[in-house]
């Protein structure tokens, strides 16, 4: 399985970005996805998550009401929808497959990561 992440880039305070996350392989459907994000100095972090059907999701309470996590199987691709960025919601963003079909949450149940993308939001 490869995971290939884009759509990060430079973004005002307060703008929008999209990413996106395709993968390759043909069980796409039948796992949950993530994406996760790590600051400079900082831990690596849950972001969003959405199960297998893209019936159910995760965030992290500091995205709540400004990301949106969702997926298109058919395509085999998964997106974040960021608005209302915030200069604290800079760094590499991963994308992440995960080893069960729930919205498990912990980076240590994905096994199949992304190269990650790079967001900054800054003026």
């Known amino acids: 399985v490869q995971l290939q992440a884009s759509g990060g880039g430079l973004v005002q305070p307060g703008g929008s970005l999209r990413l996106s996350c395709a993968a390759s392989g043909r069980t796409f459907s039948r796992y949950a996805m993530g994406w996760f994000r790590q600051a400079p100095g900082k831990e690596r972090e849950s972001v969003a998550i959405i199960n297998y059907s893209g019936t159910s999701t995760y965030y992290e309470d500091s995205v709540k009401g400004r990301f949106s996590i969702s997926r298109d199987n058919a395509k085999n691709t998964v997106y974040l929808q960021m608005n209302s960025l915030k200069p604290e919601d800079t760094a590499v963003y991963y994308c992440?497959?995960?080893?069960?079909?729930?919205?498990?949450?912990?980076?240590?149940?994905?096994?199949?990561w992304g190269q990650g993308t790079l967001v900054t939001v800054s003026s």
């Open positions: 992440a497959r995960s080893r069960y079909s729930s919205t498990y949450y912990m980076s240590d149940g994905y096994d199949y």
